[in-house]
């Protein structure tokens, strides 16, 4: 699949298009970004599974949305959902996906664009929504579903959703930042058994965020805070009588058994 229009306001050349094809990177600084080593690694995975656990402003939502716009140019017919925890988090999602999208030149034409939804000649649609089991239920065949902030996002519309790649063979992503011990996303970062490539990227590793900024920040919201938002560690309740990890222990199921003379 060729784009068929511009690319940032002139007419690719086919080696141009070709390699934006091959390498959502190659995409990615077409629409001039420049992404960062972590964001590489994830534009090049063809892995089917991906979490993300990511520190506040790191470059999450730009990354799915390069991704999300690379699934609809080049795989007409592709249906990308990207689900939300809010209506208001989903709009913004989606304008940075249309952001993407504009700053190529609009390379395969626009069938129609509303607030949440964008369809391409191709036949393929970017579809952002907020994360309501019953507003999702009506799709089906996704190709593509990215879950942003999906440690927020309920345990019930994440398993609504996983059927919808049964048939299509689709790809799952789910962007966050920690929100304590609890939820699926939780469980499915600390369950190594579970088939997820996983990325972790505090925000030491992104360079955009100065060293001077981190400490100010860990200064005003604590220890606490900071190290959820900003270093990517779970956090048990700060009102929490015990400790995940003292609970989990509780119940390993290694027992030592007593022989009977």
């Known amino acids: ?39 590489i690694r994830y534009l090049r995975s063809m892995h089917p599974r991906k979490l993300l656990n990511c520190s506040r402003q790191s470059g999450k939502s730009t990354a799915v949305s390069v991704k999300a716009v690379h699934r609809a140019l080049y795989h007409p017919g592709a249906l990308v959902l990207m689900l939300s925890p809010s209506l208001r988090q989903s709009g913004e999602l989606f304008k940075k996906a249309l952001s993407v999208y504009r700053d190529l030149g609009r390379p395969v034409s626009a069938e129609s664009e509303t607030a949440l939804t964008l369809t391409l000649d191709n036949g393929s649609r970017i579809v952002s929504l907020p994360g309501k089991e019953g507003t999702i239920r009506g799709y089906s065949g996704a190709n593509l579903i990215l879950i942003d902030e999906a ?23 789910a962007p966050s930042t920690p929100f304590g011990t609890r939820g699926w996303w939780y469980s499915a970062w600390r369950e190594t ?62 027992l030592e058994t007593w022989g009977l003379l």
């Open 1 to 39: 699949m060729t784009m068929t229009a511009t690319m940032a306001g002139s007419a690719p050349s086919f080696a141009q298009d070709l390699a934006c094809a091959l390498d959502p990177v190659a995409l990615a600084r077409a629409a001039g970004i420049h992404p960062d080593p972590w964001q």
């Open 151 to 173: 440690s927020r996002v309920a345990d019930e519309l994440y398993f609504s959703v996983r059927p919808m790649l049964a048939v299509s063979g689709g790809t799952l992503e």
């Open 193 to 254: 058994l579970q088939d997820w490539e996983r990325y972790e990227v505090p925000a030491t590793s992104c360079p955009r965020i100065p060293a001077a900024f981190l400490e100010e920040e860990k200064q005003t919201m604590g220890e606490w805070w900071f190290r959820q938002e900003y270093e990517c560690l779970f956090m048990d309740a700060q009102s929490a009588a015990f400790r995940r990890a003292d609970i989990d222990a509780a119940f390993e199921e290694g």
